[in-house]
């Protein structure tokens, strides 16, 4: 996946620190001209990023600004070595996150998939900034032409696929919902196919569905969820 820089870090929708600086000092050195001198060790902090807009978007637009999607995507690309974490404003407290439409509630394509693809460390948890539990529901019927009917023409929710090497996936006090895996796929709401950990604390599966395994959660053998 591309390194785009997104509209969401310039928004300052992205709260804390990605690379933070200090200095080590050595020993100084008693030969050669350069005397003592002091190394910058990098030290790497989660960042967290806050959801606040209930509609979807393609990644990389204006729309796409505080949606669900971007802060995904805006996820997967701090490939750091740690673990970020993906909140939730109070005002969508009881307000359904619908996948697959606009503010104004037509359908849209994004061009990177419609499922959320989560390939890095990351922590999805139904609180606000202030570590408050709130009604969080990611609903993919958006993106199903046929909702009242189970027939694999919708979408997941999540897809945890990684990028090879094991992640460590958490998801917190949410509800999923709506999700259909196309066709022959596993797993309606998420499949993980992913080695590392994925865990999953507090969540519902509801109206999820799948022609094969796992109609809500399906956990490939080489993945790892709990």
């Known amino acids: 996946m591309s390194k785009r820089r997104s509209l969401w870090s310039k ?3 992205t709260v804390g620190i990605v690379n933070e600086q200090r200095r080590v000092p050595l020993r100084c050195s008693t030969r050669g001209r350069l005397g003592c001198f002091e190394r910058l060790e990098d030290r790497r902090m989660l960042a967290n990023f806050l959801v606040t807009e209930s509609h979807d978007a393609d990644v990389g637009t204006p729309e796409a600004v505080g949606t669900l999607r971007q802060a995904v995507f805006d996820a997967n690309q701090f490939d750091d070595g740690t673990t970020d974490m993906i909140i939730f404003d109070s005002q969508l407290n009881g307000q359904p996150i619908t996948l697959g439409l606009d503010e104004q509630g037509n359908r849209v394509f994004p061009i990177f998939g419609e499922e959320l693809v989560i390939t890095d460390s990351v922590t999805i948890v139904g609180e606000d900034a202030n570590g408050t539990p709130l009604d969080i529901t990611i609903d993919a019927s958006g993106f199903d032409e046929t909702p009242t009917v189970d027939n694999g023409d919708g979408s997941r929710v999540f897809d945890v696929s990684g990028a090879g090497s094991p992640i460590d996936v958490v998801f917190e006090n949410l ?9 022959d796929s596993d797993g309606g ?4 196919t992913v080695s590392g950990s994925v865990t999953f604390t507090n969540v519902k599966f509801e109206d999820n569905y799948s022609e094969d395994d796992g109609g809500g959660l399906y956990i490939d053998p080489g993945g790892n969820g709990g």
């Not at 509800?175 to 066709?183: C, M, Q, V």
Request: aromatic fraction near 6%.
């Open 11 to 13: 928004m300052l929708t």
């Open 175 to 183: 509800t999923i919902t709506g999700g259909e895996a196309r066709f």
């Open 189 to 192: 709401g998420v499949p993980v």
